[in-house]
């Protein structure tokens, strides 16, 4: 099983300090990386060229599809954002079960920046009409998520999404990480991985990710372990 994820230069240092440092090896999961264009300079949610570097994420999910299709029954895609703990592979094929697609969950809709999918034409459809689609979504918020989310629906796509063993801080505090919340904060005792969205800016990004690198560290020992 493959898992694909990808970074632009903003993201360089957070690929290979946090995500290449804990990403779970192991036999029949194979990491692909790509290095996507600097489409939004300030690497913040919505701001210029956000959707222009969403647009690039969803081609490489449909090029992901493709790559994959006929070759094996699922496929991992991820955010670069992302911090593991333990090991994935059997839990998310676990997690799938049936469905088409499991996403980690912003609580409110399913996410795009980490889940698990069967590499079929119906998911190829799925994220074709969210390429096409996904400026008539952008002035709710992110398009590309949220037409995913209209899809899965309009197309009766079978969906769930991954148990909160697949953390992001929404989960815990329910709004925007800033670092006046610091530290007070609760992660599963059983946490697998962490998604360090819901903060704006690289910065904030990153002291979020220490602290999850702390607090992973109170519930596991090694990845793995």
């Known amino acids: 099983m493959k898992t694909y994820t990808f970074y632009s230069d903003s993201h360089k240092h957070i690929l290979h300090d946090y995500y290449l440092k804990t990403f779970p090896f192991e036999d029949d999961l194979e990491l692909v990386v790509r290095k996507i264009p600097q489409d939004c300079p300030s690497a913040s949610f919505m701001h210029q060229g956000w959707m222009s570097a969403m647009r690039k994420k969803m081609e490489y999910v449909m090029d992901s599809i493709l790559e994959t299709k006929g070759k094996d029954e699922f496929f991992i895609h991820s955010d670069c954002d992302i911090i593991f703990f ?20 912003d609580v409110q809709m399913l996410c795009a920046g980490f889940f698990i999918a069967r590499p079929t034409d119906k998911i190829l459809s799925l994220f074709d009409n969210v390429l096409k689609n996904m400026d008539h979504f952008s002035q709710s918020g992110s398009g590309d998520q949220i037409a995913m989310n209209y899809y899965i629906k309009d197309m009766n796509i079978k969906a769930k999404p991954l148990g909160r063993r697949y953390h992001n801080v929404f989960h815990s505090i329910e709004k925007e990480w800033t670092p006046s919340v610091a530290w007070n904060f609760d992660v599963p005792e059983d946490i697998v ?6 903060t704006r ?22 990845v793995g372990a």
């Open 86 to 105: 333990d090991k994935i592979k059997d839990n998310m094929i676990e997690e799938i079960g049936d469905n088409d697609i499991a996403c980690i969950d």
């Open 193 to 198: 991985m962490h998604h360090s969205n819901f």
């Open 201 to 222: 800016g690289i910065e904030t990004k990153v002291a979020l990710m220490d602290i999850m690198v702390k607090k992973g560290e109170s519930t596991k020992t090694t």
